[in-house]
């Protein structure tokens, strides 16, 4: 048996320099595809976390790490959908999905591929579905035709069926009992039912709020929620996920809410991380940006405080920092420091509602 040229480790190991904070998920997605490429059952993955948690940037690093090895070329049909072009999909599923994952195979093997070569890719591709939450069955109790026929779609597309679908006027067969499906979605309106359980202490004991103290010794209460500690598969049939279509995930991950300390890193770690693109935006007029560790402690502590936004509360309380810099890089200065007051000052400018106003 030919030996396969990277180990679930690799991907873990290379997906945590883009992904901060959400291991557990990781290292589930990288067995996950390993197994799918070693030819392997693996189940297909439905991915639960807040706006800002990392869904997209997972699948996004992930495709780019099968996509820049000289060894992974026929792995690397990856391809990301939003789930609301299933249900406008003029075309039908197939054309939506299988009919993206050919035109990818023929961009990744060539105009020499043979059509049995194309068609291999596709039954082994990977298809990320983005906010598969807005496919709901139902909202507010009525009926959501559109939700409901992008869950039938997916559920056919899922259940090893022969799907036929067409390219440029020719029929395809193929049997997608080899394509693994991650779907991720934040499932808002699923959060804010399970913590009202939680909180009011439904079949568990209500929780407390507790003190958190920052490091720099903010003080705030907190309630020490986490939606995998109390998510059943009741909570996504009642939100309107149907009973068939959740079946067909043999995983359920729910992504962390991402703490100070990952926020911190977030915004300066990673390689397109939000300051080193701001520092790159400086040194075009031979400015050197730096940050104090009060600025970068001040700048996460007030992304942590707005749960729903993750990651994504990094760049809005950035901006308010930093726009009037950007608009005046000072002439003459080769250096400028962002420091704890001029994060402290924006935040204040923004609870006052008056940021921006100048």
Known sequence: MESFPFRPRDIHDELKKTVV?????????SVAVVKHLVGHSAGNILMIGNSGSGKTTLMRSLEGFLSSRYDTTAYANVIRINANVLAEERQGYGKAVLGRLFANAKQILGASASAEQLIHS??????????VDKIRAHVSGEPNVRGIVAQEALLTLMENENVEFDVDGRNHAINSSHVLFVAGGAFEELYDSVLRRATIGQDVAPMRPIVVVSSSGEVREELPFHLRDYLRYEDLFKYGMTPQFVSRFESIVVLNDLGEGELARIFVEPEKSIFRASREYFQRFGIDLQITRGALVAIAWDAARQKRLGARALRDTYRRVIRNLEFDPAEGQTVVTVDEEMVKRAISGREQGTAGKR
């Open 122 to 131: 596709v039954e082994h591709g990977i298809v990320f579905i983005d906010e």
């Open 21 to 29: 904070g959400q291991d557990d998920a990781i290292r589930e997605l």
